[in-house]
């Protein structure tokens, strides 16, 4: 049996759209023609709970509301705290904003020297390539330019961004990010792709992109050509519950795969998507069967209107230690802390050292809590 088989979600083999012929379906642009992206239509698809009524009025002018066919039907619609329905429907408490939470928590606007431009970190840079994803992440950090939805003030400028890393030898990794660059057309990808190789001091090439799963027919063989041709690429895709581990996930990232794309992912751990410890448990391995090695758990940021969603640290903690010695060592994501204002990612670990001694040995507490003296 191939591990993917053992991904037993179809999205197309569930839900709605049943009749919808299989060439639409797994046509990408059928997908983002036919998102539901406004409450009349999500009314007419589901029951919807008082709470996602009025949060949906509430995020019209905020971060926009949208859902493609394929994500929605991994909802369960009887279900109002299905994992996948709490990532993308608004809800009303989206309107409850605490003194620390802010449209950019984590100060990418205070590093960044071109607009759509982070320069954070020494060596390397995020480029925000799109303002446009497939669906919305309610929690997104990024929600105060992605989506548009503000009057589509957000403009990329590309060739500045091209000139600002050329100029700059220090940068040597660049992670293409958005929004999702994997919604440009292929040309563009292809161009940015171009662009970068062409910069000697760039070493690596990395993209972070949540379309292998909220839209994975967009991952079509003339794309892979693309990112082929271009490689070799670092994809971070971003998938929080096993509920999203679909067969035609499985499918798109083993396309990418076999395109020579080395694959990781990200999570955020969301109150009621991926706090208990069965949850992550069965996310990291189906992440496992499908090739892709999770890379980071990120604490929720302190955007506005995301406390319904945050777990407390210490929880986070927990569910490492969990995993830590008790599954696949390349299975445990690190799980980080963004600093607030724009410090950067700071790990946080389970501790296993009891004490270091002066003679230089430690003692110390292994993941079944026993104590062993190095
Ligand atoms: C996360 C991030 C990176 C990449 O960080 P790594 O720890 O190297 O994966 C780079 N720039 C910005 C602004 C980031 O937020
Ligand atoms: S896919 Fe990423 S950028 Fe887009 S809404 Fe979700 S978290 Fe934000």
């Known amino acids: 049996m191939f591990p993917q088989d053992r991904i037993e979600n179809w999205a197309h083999g569930q839900g709605l759209w049943a009749r919808v012929p299989a060439e639409d379906w797994n046509d990408w642009r059928w997908q983002m023609r036919n998102r539901i992206a406004t409450a009349a239509q999500l009314e007419a698809l ?7 009524r009025e949060g949906l009025r509430a995020a019209a002018g905020r971060l926009a509301f949208a859902v493609t066919p394929h994500f ?7 279900n109002p705290a299905c994992p996948v329905r709490l990532q993308v429907v608004p809800r009303a408490a989206e309107g409850v904003v605490s003194a620390d939470e802010s449209d950019d928590p984590v100060g990418e606007e205070k590093t960044s020297p071109v607009p759509g431009l982070v320069h954070r970190y020494p060596d390397r840079v995020m480029l925000i390539s799109t303002d446009r994803c497939a669906c919305y992440c309610r929690y997104c950090t990024r929600s105060r330019l992605v989506s548009a939805v503000r009057g589509g003030g957000f403009r990329p400028q590309l060739e500045a961004a091209f000139r600002y890393i050329a100029a700059h030898e220090e940068v040597r990794d660049v992670l293409v990010s958005g929004g999702d660059f994997l919604l440009l057309s292929d040309e563009k990808i292809d161009y940015v792709l171009e662009r970068l190789r062409a910069i000697p001091h760039v070493e690596i090439v990395r993209v972070g992109s949540r379309v292998p799963v909220f839209l ?3 991952v079509t063989p003339e794309l892979c050509a693309v990112l082929r041709r271009r490689g070799p690429i670092w994809m971070n895709i971003h998938v929080n519950s096993p509920r999203e581990c679909t067969r035609e996930t499985a499918a798109a990232l083993e396309r990418l795969a076999f395109a020579g794309v080395a694959l990781g992912s990200q999570s955020v751990l969301l109150r009621g998507v991926n706090d208990d410890e069965e949850a992550l448990r069965s996310l990291v391995h189906r992440l496992l069967m499908m090739r892709v090695r999770p890379y980071y758990l990120y604490a929720c940021d302190k955007i506005r209107g995301s406390a319904h969603f945050r777990v407390p640290v210490a929880r986070g903690v927990e569910l490492i230690r969990s995993l830590r010695g008790w599954t696949t060592g390349f299975a445990v994501p690190q799980f980080v802390v963004d600093a607030p204002g724009g410090g950067g990612k700071i790990p946080v670990n389970p501790d296993y050292v009891e004490t270091f001694l002066p003679d230089g040995s430690v003692r110390l507490r292994n993941f079944r809590d026993e104590e062993c003296r190095y």
Do not use: K, S, V
């Open 46 to 52: 589901m029951p919807l709970t008082a709470q996602e």
């Open 216 to 218: 994975p027919q967009r």
């Open 72 to 78: 929605f039907n991994l909802i369960d619609r009887g």
